[in-house]
T-cell receptor, first 111, second 112 residues
């Protein structure tokens, strides 16, 4: 699976959009980009995934660049409960491959 | 949606004793379960992959005789930390597929 690179930490004001970048310059054509988050002392929670089109669900939006070398997770109206570590993972065979976590981005929502 | 139940949520045990952690898929059959360990301020580290009815596959550096994994049914996998020591104190998390990767809520193990 392709290596992903994320900033170590970010702050965002409550109510504003939180934009979390992820670099995956070596991603292959069959690898999807998955985002998970882990709130303190809980198990990771699935957020969203995409291949090449932008995706949106009730939690977030995922913007993938045309060359697929990077993506941005957008939390449109961040709340204090969005404070967590966010992981970007490139994976080609969801459910059958080992899910390997990098260091992620620690997002802190500021009141 | 898919739910994975993990028990206990926290446990304190004495050094030298064994602790069993259970991971159950409540509304789906989990042919594969993954076990992770997470130390404070670190990311999740995969320990092993277990497939129902077969032996677990351990990641490099994980002692299979210390961390016993049993996946005897399609809805239950257990991790037993044998002869636990303080350095085994950690947050243990399971995950189940094939419905994506649904994670349990984790077990915080403290060995005293």
């Amino acid at each position: 699976d392709a290596k992903t690179t994320q900033p170590t930490s970010m702050d965002c004001a409550e109510g504003r959009a939180a934009n979390l970048p992820c670099n995956h310059s070596t991603i292959s054509g069959n690898e999807y980009v998955y985002w998970y988050r882990q709130i303190h002392s809980q198990g990771p929670q699935y957020i969203i995934h995409g291949l090449k089109n932008n995706e949106t669900n009730e939690m977030a939006s995922l913007i993938i660049t045309e060359d697929r070398k990077s993506s941005t997770l957008i939390l449109p109206h961040a709340t204090l409960r969005d404070t967590a570590v966010y992981y970007c993972i490139a994976l080609s065979n969801f459910g059958n491959e080992k899910l390997t976590f990098g260091t992620g981005t620690r997002l802190t929502i500021i009141p | 949606g898919a739910v994975v139940s993990q028990h206990p949520s926290w446990v304190i045990c004495k050094s030298g004793t064994s602790v069993k952690i259970e991971c159950r898929s409540l509304d789906f059959q989990a042919t594969t379960m993954f076990w992770y360990r997470q130390f404070p301020k670190q990311s999740l580290m995969l320990m092993a992959t277990s497939n129902e009815g077969s032996k677990a596959t351990y990641e490099q550096g994980v002692e299979k005789d210390k961390f016993l994994i049993n996946h005897a049914s399609l809805t239950l996998s257990t991790l037993t930390v044998t002869s636990a020591h303080p350095e085994d104190s950690s947050f243990y998390i399971c995950s189940a597929s094939p419905i994506g990767y649904t994670f349990g809520s984790g077990t915080r193990l403290t060995v005293v």
